[in-house]
Nanobody
Framework: EVQLVGSGGGLVQAGGSLKLSCTASGFPFDDYTMGWFRQAPGKEREGVSC????????YYADSVKGRFTISSDNAKKMVYLQMNSLKPEDTAVYYC?????????????????WGKGTLVTVSE
């Protein structure tokens, strides 16, 4: 059974930091590119960051560049999202996702598996 379990969300003040974690199981992690998406109330789910399974290349949405860092630990089958200098507009449910193949993407339609999401709330 495929599982993606995200954790690390919470309430933080603007300017603060959070680190999201996602534990994967049930599929060959090394063959999958991992990504983080987010969905704010009333908005569509958007790609935040992605890390390639083959060479570790990364994608970041313009809105998070320089503030967020994605990383992965293939031995532990985990992917992380370090979020610094958080802003109220970062408030959303954050989803971990996986896609077969090495290409990074920002398109939710490209992802094969999804976690249930973890809520990040950034207060003023």
């Amino acid at each position: 059974e495929v599982q993606l379990v995200g954790s690390g969300g919470g309430l933080v003040q603007a300017g603060g930091s959070l680190k999201l974690s996602c534990t994967a199981s049930g599929f060959p992690f090394d063959d999958y590119t991992m990504g983080w998406f987010r969905q704010a109330p009333g908005k569509e789910r958007e790609g935040v960051s992605c890390i390639s399974s083959s060479d570790g290349s990364t994608y970041y949405a313009d809105s998070v560049k320089g503030r967020f860092t994605i990383s992965s630990d293939n031995a532990k089958k985990m992917v992380y999202l370090q979020m610094n200098s958080l802003k109220p507009e970062d408030t959303a449910v954050y989803y971990c996702a996986a896609k077969l193949g090495p290409e990074t993407t920002r398109w939710r339609g490209a992802m094969d598996y999804w976690g249930k999401g973890t809520l990040v709330t950034v207060s003023e």
